[in-house]
């Protein structure tokens, strides 16, 4: 029998709190969508991070999460689209890009790099 969850997600921005029931095996943000609660997100596919969170309480699994570093995970960041629930969870929306600046810096993207390569200041 497929487990369900409840998920609480704080979104900070908007100064919302709602709690949606996701099944084990189903992606948060595809049920958070399905019942009219829209997070934060892009391309729904562990790429971007758009939708990254804090995990405040409980676990979750998010094997697919290739946007976001092992050492992010680690510290307690998930991407909601690619993440199943473990046990009930209490989630907080981040600020904003602040896991793509924590994982790439302010300036990535930004005119400092180019092709993946830094340009050197000479
Ligand atoms: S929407 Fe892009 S990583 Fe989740």
């Known amino acids: 029998m497929t487990k369900t969850y409840k998920v609480t997600i704080h979104h900070r921005q908007e100064n919302r709190i709602q709690t949606i ?21 892009s391309c729904r596919n562990g ?10 309480e409980g676990k979750l699994y998010q094997p697919e999460a290739m946007g976001l570093s092992p050492e992010l995970q680690r510290k307690g ?35 400092k790099v180019r092709f993946g390569i830094p340009i050197e200041d000479d």
């Open 21 to 41: 029931e996701v099944p084990e095996d189903q992606y948060i943000l595809a049920t958070a969508e399905k019942q009219a609660v829209e997070p934060p997100f």
């Open 47 to 56: 790429a971007c991070t758009t939708c990254a969170v804090r995990v405040l």
């Open 77 to 111: 960041y998930a991407l909601l689209c690619v993440s199943y629930p473990r046990s009930d969870l209490v989630v907080e929306t981040q600020d904003e890009d602040e896991v793509y600046e924590l994982q790439f810096g302010r300036y990535f993207g930004r005119g």
